[in-house]
């Protein structure tokens, strides 16, 4: 944190990661997510939740940042960005979710899953998604994806992921 400070000294909130804004992270994020597949873009499917997730006393940023290709298919991203480092350069803490894992779009298409909820509690966070299975229809995920992290310091742990059947769609 001190070296932040001597690096910035004079610096507001906006000045590091922790103000950043919408149009910000969605400009940073098209750098970190890969949307060179058939897509619109990126975009932030939630808003990004600011918590202290690392304990240094400066509010940290979990960001959702979803590839937009215009069908069903979801290329997410949660990552954690350190709220104390630099906006121009943001530090990611660590990725919490990346799905699909593959960048084949014809093996990603309906294979992705979409960020419904993120939530913070202290230095827990809890990630809950739809998933689809390659069949399921475009407005008909069969899987909840939940997800728990633990945050030490600047160190993710990942609990084991719980994939849970939906009822299917009914038509």
Not at 16 to 44: F, I, N, Q, Y
Not at 88 to 97: F, H, M, Y
Not at 105 to 134: E, H, N
Request: with cysteine; hydrophobic share 40%.
């Amino acid at each position: 944190m001190a070296a932040l400070v001597a690096l910035c000294s004079g610096c507001t909130q906006e000045d590091t990661a922790s103000g950043m804004g919408k149009a910000s992270l969605v400009e940073w994020g098209e750098e970190l997510v890969d949307c060179s597949v058939p897509g619109l873009g990126v975009e932030l499917p939630l808003a990004p939740v600011r918590s202290d997730v690392t304990g240094d006393g400066t509010r940290d940023l979990v960001v959702s940042l979803e590839c937009v290709t215009g069908n069903a298919s979801s290329f997410s991203h949660v990552v954690v960005l350190d709220g104390a480092s630099p906006a121009a350069r943001p530090e990611v803490v660590g990725t919490l979710l990346r799905m699909p894992e593959t960048k084949d779009y014809r093996q990603a298409v309906r294979t992705g899953a979409k960020i419904r909820k993120v939530a913070v509690k202290g230095p827990r966070i809890t990630i809950v998604a739809d998933r689809w299975r390659y069949m399921d229809a475009k407005a008909c995920p069969s899987l909840k994806h939940v997800q728990i992290f633990d945050v030490e310091s600047t160190r993710l742990s990942a609990r084991k992921a719980s994939v849970l059947d939906v009822p299917r769609c009914q038509w």
